[in-house]
Structures are given as C-alpha cells and as structure tokens.
C-alpha cells in the first residue's frame, strides 16, 4: 500500500464551468487565497507517463475535488482542535483514491475511512492545499539533487501542519517562510526523511503568516548506488505515481483568516 487518499467532490463539479462574473464596481475580482511560483509542469523531455514501466489501462485523470483526508506509511489519524472542520458541501461524493504496488501475490486490502461529524457548528473550516512540483528529473547516478517549490500568500492565514511527501530517493525536507519585511524563517526541518516514517508535522502554537508571504518548500534526493532503497540507480527519474517514480509535495493545513465559518443553522445527524 503506497497510499490512501479520500477526496471530497461537490456535486456541481461535473457541471460546466459557468462564465466568469464580472468584477464588482469600481474594482478587480479579489485574488485567490494562494498562487503558485514558477512552472510546475513535467519537462517537455518527460517521458508520457502511460509509457513509463508499469503503466497501466485505467481512465484518464479526473479532478477527484478537494482534499478530506489520507494516509500514507507512518502516518497516524488526524484529530483536528474543537471548532476546527473541514467542510462537506451536501451532495458530495467521497472519492477515495487507493495507490497499490503490486507484488505478484493475490491479497485483500482491509483499509477503511472513519469520519467524526462535528457536534457543534464549526468556527473554522480547515482547507489542505498541495504544494509541490512536477518540473524536475532526477538523473542518473546523482546523490543530492535539490528540487524547489513556491506558493504565495494572497490572505492572511494561519498555518497548521505541514507533511511532505516524496518517495524512496526523498533524504531531506525543508520549508521556509519570508515574510512582507523580507524576514525569512525556517518552519519545517527534515534532516533525514523515511518514507516509511511520513509525518504530518502539525505546530504546538500555529503560525500566523500575513497576505504576501512566500513559502518555499525543498527537497533533497539521492539517485545513486549509495541509497539502498533506491530501484534503480541506473535510470533517470521524473514525477510519476509508482513508488518506483518520484514526487515533489507537501500538503499543508491552512485556515483562511477571512473564511472563518459563520453558520446559520444547526448541523443534521
């Protein structure tokens, strides 16, 4: 088991995309909370992923919505503070995204997804917004091949967790934090990432971080000999599924300080 992922997709998500509203008088339509820095694409050089090793027939991707929750090895629950949700619009659908490797042996997979509801209305909703890259190949042989990527704040928002994810080259995780006044912190160090450890790094005291701060995720990968749990040393490596492939991602649990829930009515069992 590679990983597990439950996605949540509101039922107006296969809806056509409906026009864009026009800006409010006298002003510009407001900015999304979050921009990504950079391309983030696969190199153009990039072998299509259907022709990788282990390729497989399955439907193309679909937008599987928003995230709800995962695992992945090492990783344990996670309980959100009282009065912290994550929303679920009525009429969802839960996707749940299993990722297997196979081994040549028939098994049965006995994983499950539990949800606690909250009793009470919610005075914050939880949003976890992905911040990685595909813009990278790690070449043959190599033992420290750093790969970067950015996102910037376009809200004030307090940050809760952080868990990077990679696979079996990952060796060391950073993120960093600069704010408006050019201040630069260091708020996530992994000095010996374990992808059969991954850890959802979530801050005794959660951090504030105003409208324009950047953060700046780093990743460090060994794709030599040297690296005992590396597949194979010989071949050059780019983003992909497979545990064999490579990934460039940190989910990160965020509040929006503007989006704070203001419910109206009581919650249904």
Same mark, same amino acid.
């Given at each position: 088991?590679?990983?597990v992922?439950?996605y949540?997709?509101?039922?107006?998500?296969?809806?056509?995309?409906?026009?864009p509203a026009?800006?409010?008088a006298?002003g510009?339509?407001?900015?999304?909370p979050f921009?990504?820095?950079?391309? #983030?694409?696969r190199? %153009?050089?990039?072998?299509?992923?259907a022709?990788?090793?282990?390729?497989?027939?399955?439907?193309?991707?679909?937008?599987?919505?928003?995230?709800?929750a995962?695992?992945?090895?090492g990783?344990? *629950?996670?309980?959100?503070e009282?009065?912290?949700?994550?929303?679920?619009?009525?009429?969802?659908i839960?996707?749940v995204?299993?990722?297997? #490797?196979? !081994?040549g042996t028939?098994?049965?997979?006995?994983?499950?997804i539990?949800?606690?509801?909250? /009793?009470a209305p919610?005075?914050?909703?939880?949003?976890?917004?992905? *911040?990685?890259t595909?813009n990278?190949? *790690?070449?043959?042989?190599t033992?420290?091949?750093?790969?970067d990527?950015?996102?910037?704040?376009?809200?004030?928002?307090?940050?809760?967790? %952080?868990?990077?994810?990679?696979h079996?080259?990952g060796?060391?995780?950073?993120?960093?934090?600069?704010?408006?006044?050019?201040? /630069?912190?260091?708020?996530? !160090?992994?000095?010996?990432?374990?992808?059969?450890?991954?850890?959802?790094?979530?801050?005794?005291?959660?951090?504030?971080?105003?409208?324009?701060?950047? *953060?700046?995720?780093?990743?460090?990968?060994? !794709?030599? #000999?040297? !690296?005992?749990?590396?597949?194979?040393?010989?071949?050059?490596?780019?983003?992909?599924?497979?545990?064999?492939?490579?990934?460039?991602?940190?989910?990160?649990t965020? /509040?929006?300080d503007?989006?704070?829930? #203001?419910?109206?009515a009581?919650p249904q069992?």
């Amino acid at each position: 088991m590679h990983h597990v992922i439950a996605y949540i997709r509101p039922p107006d998500a296969e809806k056509p995309a409906a026009p864009p509203a026009a800006p409010p008088a006298g002003g510009a339509r407001p900015a999304p909370p979050f921009s990504f820095d950079g391309n #983030t694409r696969r190199p %153009a050089d990039a072998p299509k992923e259907a022709r990788q090793e282990g390729g497989n027939d399955r439907a193309a991707k679909r937008n599987p919505g928003g995230w709800l929750a995962a695992y992945a090895p090492g990783y344990s *629950l996670r309980v959100y503070e009282p009065g912290q949700a994550i929303k679920i619009p009525k009429g969802s659908i839960i996707t749940v995204q299993m990722h297997y #490797t196979t !081994n040549g042996t028939a098994t049965t997979d006995r994983s499950s997804i539990g949800m606690k509801f909250a /009793s009470a209305p919610p005075k914050t909703e939880i949003v976890v917004v992905p *911040l990685l890259t595909q813009n990278f190949v *790690l070449k043959a042989g190599t033992s420290d091949t750093r790969v970067d990527a950015q996102m910037t704040l376009n809200s004030d928002v307090t940050l809760w967790s %952080a868990i990077p994810h990679t696979h079996v080259r990952g060796k060391r995780w950073e993120v960093v934090a600069t704010y408006p006044d050019g201040r /630069s912190e260091m708020i996530i !160090n992994v000095p010996k990432y374990d992808f059969n450890w991954q850890t959802d790094y979530i801050f005794k005291t959660p951090l504030t971080l105003p409208k324009g701060t950047k *953060l700046k995720t780093s990743a460090w990968y060994d !794709n030599s #000999t040297a !690296n005992k749990s590396n597949p194979d040393p010989t071949k050059d490596v780019w983003w992909g599924d497979q545990t064999w492939e490579e990934m460039m991602y940190t989910g990160i649990t965020f /509040s929006i300080d503007a989006m704070q829930a #203001t419910p109206t009515a009581q919650p249904q069992n």
